[in-house]
Nanobody
Framework: QVQLVESGGGLVQAGGSLNLSCAASGIIFGINAMGWYRQAPGKQRELVATITRGGSTNYADSVKGRFTVSRNNAKSTLLLQMNSLKPEDTGVYYC???????????WGQGTQVTVSS
């Protein structure tokens, strides 16, 4: 089992920045990709950004150029730097971990990000 714990959410004004962190623990040697997803009220959970163990990244079009995902394999941590935040970035942000393929095998409990206009 893998445990994922997010931190760093909060309330910020539009145009501001937030940094999210995710700490992974447990049996993590089989994890390849890690990522961030978000879910706004009344909407489905959507991909924000992913990064493989080798460092290849993938971003949703809506966050390209504003968000940066990174990971520290030695420390088993995942980061999401969010700049130029918009009200539409509001939602619960979830950390994910994937062994094989594209669907996450593990999820964190989520952290709330609220961007006020």
């Amino acid at each position: 089992q893998v445990q994922l714990v997010e931190s760093g959410g909060g309330l910020v004004q539009a145009g501001g920045s937030l940094n999210l962190s995710c700490a992974a623990s447990g049996i993590i040697f089989g994890i390849n990709a890690m990522g961030w997803y978000r879910q706004a009220p009344g909407k489905q959970r959507e991909l924000v950004a992913t990064i493989t163990r080798g460092g290849s990244t993938n971003y949703a079009d809506s966050v390209k150029g504003r968000f940066t995902v990174s990971r520290n394999n030695a420390k088993s941590t995942l980061l999401l730097q969010m700049n130029s935040l918009k009200p539409e970035d509001t939602g619960v942000y979830y950390c994910s971990a994937t062994k094989v393929g594209f669907s996450p095998d593990y999820w964190g409990q989520g952290t709330q990000v609220t961007v006020s206009s």
